[in-house]
């Protein structure tokens, strides 16, 4: 995740890493901060793999006044930034906000691949859905056997259920949004695609 914040930050203009720190902080929070401690050696690693390289130094406000180094984005970084904004089998469990930190690099993407892109997350968020709401038939159906005899626990149990479905249709619903735009593009510069995400004609 944190490679996908550094290299997406690149893409454009030389940023220096105290900017990126702040800026991958703000993306994350309110909670979560990425420490300087940990992005600078993942700087250093980015730059031996030839992704991003060091143009310049500057004073560095926040390290009291010591350098800091700009860096930039190098053609086989921009090749790698393709290839994560493509991947759809990282953290499966934490999808939703690589997903977030995906959206506004999809330009880097041939309009296909964002289609592709968007129906896997499209389906991701149904599943998510379907899921919360199969466990609470589920639920109710234990309840009705005897297994759940505390109503106020039932009934709080399928409002977070619920709440949680509803969060998640609303994530489809935005992804949908985008998909929207992505297919009014492709559709300008192709002809028509099918309205049905996830088929192997949108890919």
Not at 113 to 129: D, M, P, S
């Amino acid at each position: 995740m944190y490679e996908l914040i550094v290299l997406g930050q690149l893409l454009g203009r030389p940023v220096h890493g105290y900017q990126i720190a702040k800026v991958a902080s703000d993306m994350m929070g309110p909670w979560q901060k990425v420490s300087l401690g940990s992005l600078y050696p993942l700087l250093s690693k980015l730059e031996r793999q030839g992704y991003i390289r060091a143009v310049e130094e500057l004073p560095g406000p926040a390290r009291g006044n010591r350098p800091t180094k700009v860096y930039e984005l190098t053609e086989g970084g921009r090749m790698r930034l393709h290839q994560l904004l493509l991947d759809t089998s990282l953290s499966p469990g934490d999808y939703q906000r690589i997903f977030r930190l995906k959206a506004p690099l999809l330009g880097v993407l041939e309009p296909r691949e964002r289609l592709h892109v968007v129906n896997h997350y499209i389906n991701y968020c149904e599943t998510a859905v379907l899921y919360m709401r199969s466990e609470a038939r589920d639920f109710v159906a234990a309840a009705a056997a005897g297994y759940v005899e505390d109503d106020e626990l039932l009934e709080a149990t399928l409002d977070v259920m619920e709440h949680t479905a509803q969060m998640w249709q609303a994530e489809a619903d935005w992804a949908n949004r985008l998909r929207e735009r992505v297919v009014a593009r492709i559709e300008s510069a192709e002809g028509p695609v099918a309205r049905k995400g996830g088929g192997a004609g949108d890919e």
